[in-house]
Every structure is written in structure tokens, then in C-alpha cells.
């Protein structure tokens, strides 16, 4: 498969509906990019050399976005490992060991970063939906692994009924990334992005929204893939930065109110160092392992999920 045929696969969405349409585009995004010919360069980030970049041979000489190669898995390595990628999922408690979890992580920040890398080619004219369409592949990926772990969940809008004088007066609606439920009771509510950048503070927020709008502490996670952007525009010294806004999350976590979860694939180094930050985010095995399983046992909200959609939206 040459690069406009990866670019126009990832370009539609419908042709993501089940987890195995990943696996197999990331295998022959891997495949490709692995091969010589097809890659103008491989550029090694200056400040931060696990990171590299991919100059692609089409018109443009296209750059990918920043790929963490402590992370990324490499073609014949994934094949390997995305065999066991599915027989973990399906069993995930039974299966819970350092390099099943190390796959999980791994496996779902592969995939991802094959599309966001394959979009990356297209025009500079068609970046901002490039962006969309990553970001939706990647909701709808997290929606995928939580079905296939045995999680009932769906993105939608939650309708929230408002009660004055013990009486339903009005309802709220809200559109949320993740709905985890267990029949007409709402569980957990998630915010799933490929970045913390400009969604933070809403993600706060909306716990906080929720929690007095119902008078219960609903469950809130975030689930990031990253927080990295390409540093310079001279790829002599290309480096990456970070898109966290550390002093907004303490802030935030101290003063207003702590998400119940924020975890990432590929995690900062300050995210396991400094105070808080340290105690509040965790890679995404933790979720999929541990957390999830006690936030399904906590109290939840009766509301109404509409708009409902189990995996594709």
C-alpha cells in the first residue's frame, strides 16, 4: 500500500468500526514506513531523542507529528504483540501482568500515531480536519478496547433531570466522549482527546457541573493519548515541547474539584515527579487494569443516555 492510499484510509472514518480495521491499518502503515524507499528521512528530536520524526516522499516532503520510539512498536514487533493484543483485552483481569500492560499501552499508542502520522501527509490546507478525524478514530478506538474488555459504554448526550421540591422539573443535556453505564445508570462519564491542549479546564468543569446539578459525585476520568507538539520549523533542529499546562491541573485539582482518573499513553516526565500531578495521573493500564473496575462499584446517576452510539458516531 503506498502513502496515498494509507493517507485516504485514514481520511474516512467508516472505515474504522471494529477494532480489527485498526490493527490491520496500523500494520500496513508500520510496514510501509518501514521500508526505505518510502521515507525522505527519519529526524531525531534535539531535546528529547525518543522522539523522532517521519519526512515522507510525496509532494511536500510532509513531517509527521513527534512518535515516542520508547513507544512505538516496530513493524514485525507489533504483529507479534497485536496477536496477544486481543486475547488480553478479552480477558483483561485474568490477564493482568508487566507486559500484558506494557502491551496495552503500547498496542493502543501504536495504532493511534499510525493514523494521526498517516493524516499528517495530507495538505497544510487540511490540517483542522485532520485533527477531527484523529481525534473521533481515537474516541471511537477507546470506545472499541472498553467493549471488548466487556464494558458497556457509548458517547452521546447524558440528560440529567433537575428536581426542585422532590419533583422532576427539567432536565439538562450534555454531550460526553465516553458513557460508561450499567443499564439506565450512568457510571462514569470520560473526556477522550489525543490532547490536554485548550480541553482541560472543560473536563473540570463538567464534574463539578454534575456533581451539583445531581447532588452526586459522578465518576469523571480523562483519557490522553499525549501531550506533545514539534518543536522549531528548521528539521536540522526540530525538538518537541509540551502542551500540559501543569499549574491549571493543580490549580484546578486543589481549588475546584479532582477528576477521578486522568491517565495517558504516553506520560510526561514531570507527571511522575512533581507533587500532585504524581498522585492524580497514571498511564492507561491503570484504568484498564485497576480503576476501572472500582469506579463501577461506586454509586451512580439514574439519567438518560440519548443520541446514543455503542462505537461509531
Given amino acids: 500500500m503506498n502513502l496515498d492510499s494509507l493517507v485516504k484510509l485514514a481520511s474516512a472514518k467508516e472505515n474504522f468500526t471494529k477494532l480489527d480495521h485498526y490493527v490491520d491499518f496500523c500494520l500496513e502503515f508500520l510496514g510501509f514506513i518501514s521500508t526505505p524507499r518510502n521515507i525522505q528521512a527519519e529526524i531525531v528530536s534535539r531535546n528529547e531523542p525518543n522522539y523522532r520524526f517521519i519526512q515522507f516522499k510525496n509532494a511536500g516532503f510532509s513531517i509527521s507529528r513527534p512518535l515516542n520510539s520508547n513507544l512505538l512498536y516496530a513493524g514485525p514487533q507489533a504483529r507479534r504483540h497485536f496477536k496477544s493484543f486481543g486475547r488480553i483485552l478479552r480477558a483483561v483481569r485474568r490477564n493482568d501482568t508487566p507486559v500484558a500492560r506494557e502491551i496495552i499501552n503500547r498496542a493502543i499508542y501504536t495504532i493511534q500515531q499510525s493514523i494521526g502520522a498517516a493524516l499528517d501527509a495530507l495538505p497544510a490546507g487540511k490540517s483542522n480536519a485532520a485533527r477531527k478525524i484523529n481525534g473521533d478514530l481515537f474516541e471511537r478506538l477507546i470506545r472499541l478496547v472498553l467493549i471488548e ?23 439538562l443535556s450534555y454531550q460526553h466522549d465516553l458513557i460508561i453505564k450499567s443499564g439506565e445508570f450512568v457510571k462514569v462519564i470520560g473526556s477522550v482527546k489525543t490532547s490536554s491542549k ?18 452526586r459525585d459522578v465518576p469523571h476520568v480523562a483519557i ?28 484546578y485539582t486543589v481549588k475546584l474539584n479532582p477528576l477521578d482518573g486522568v491517565y495517558y499513553f504516553d506520560i ?8 500532585i500531578l504524581r498522585d492524580h495521573i ?13 469506579l463501577l462499584g461506586r454509586e451512580a446517576v439514574v439519567a438518560k443516555v440519548e443520541s446514543a452510539n455503542s462505537v461509531p458516531d
Fill in 149 to 171: 474488555v466487556g464494558v458497556d459504554c457509548t458517547s452521546g448526550v447524558v440528560k440529567v433531570p433537575i428536581r426542585l421540591e422532590e419533583q422532576e422539573t427539567f432536565s
Fill in 198 to 215: 485548550d480541553r482541560l479546564d472543560k473536563i473540570f468543569v463538567d464534574k463539578f457541573l454534575l456533581a451539583r446539578l445531581t447532588g
Fill in 224 to 251: 490522553f493519548l499525549n501531550d506533545v507538539q514539534r518543536q522549531g520549523n528548521n528539521p536540522r533542529n526540530f525538538g518537541v515541547n509540551s502542551t500540559f499546562l501543569p499549574g491549571h491541573f493543580k490549580g
Fill in 268 to 275: 510526561r516526565p514531570n507527571m511522575r515527579t512533581e507533587p
Fill in 282 to 294: 497514571r498511564t492507561f493500564d491503570r484504568f484498564l487494569f485497576d480503576e476501572l473496575w472500582s
